[in-house]
């Protein structure tokens, strides 16, 4: 089992920044992708952004142009950098791993999560 540790959540007024940290337990395969969910109170998990084993990122379009990922591969870790806040990004911060198949780790591994609060 591949195990996620998300840090980094704090609360913030808006306009300002955050780092948010996700580190991944050991695994076996090479092959994967991370993303970053978030789920703010009564709302639906949604997705924030990606990035491939090989850097290829993808982002949501409310986070477009503020939010940046990214990843250390050596050291399992995976990067959040969250610019000009809002309040409506006020949420419970997710990181994923997806290890496909053939790895015997092969699945999708979800952190606890870490709180960000923005306030206005």
């Known amino acids: 089992q591949v195990q996620l540790v998300e840090s980094g959540g704090d609360s913030v007024q808006a306009g300002g920044s955050l780092r948010l940290s996700c580190a991944a337990s050991?695994?076996?395969?090479?092959?994967?992708?991370r993303s970053w969910y978030r789920q703010a109170p009564g709302k639906e998990r949604e997705f924030v952004s990606s990035?491939?084993?090989?850097?290829?990122?993808t982002y949501a379009d409310s986070v477009k142009g503020r939010f940046t990922i990214s990843q250390d591969n050596a050291e399992r870790i995976v990067y959040l950098q969250m610019n000009s806040l809002k309040p409506e990004d006020t949420a419970m911060y997710h990181c994923?791993?997806?290890?496909?198949?053939?790895?015997?780790?092969?699945?999708?591994?979800w952190g606890q999560g870490t709180q960000v609060t923005v306030s206005s």
């Open positions: 050991e695994y076996t395969c090479r092959y994967f992708a």
């Open positions: 994923k791993i997806y290890i496909p198949a053939p790895c015997p780790d092969r699945g999708d591994y």
């Open positions: 990035i491939s084993m090989r850097g290829s990122t």
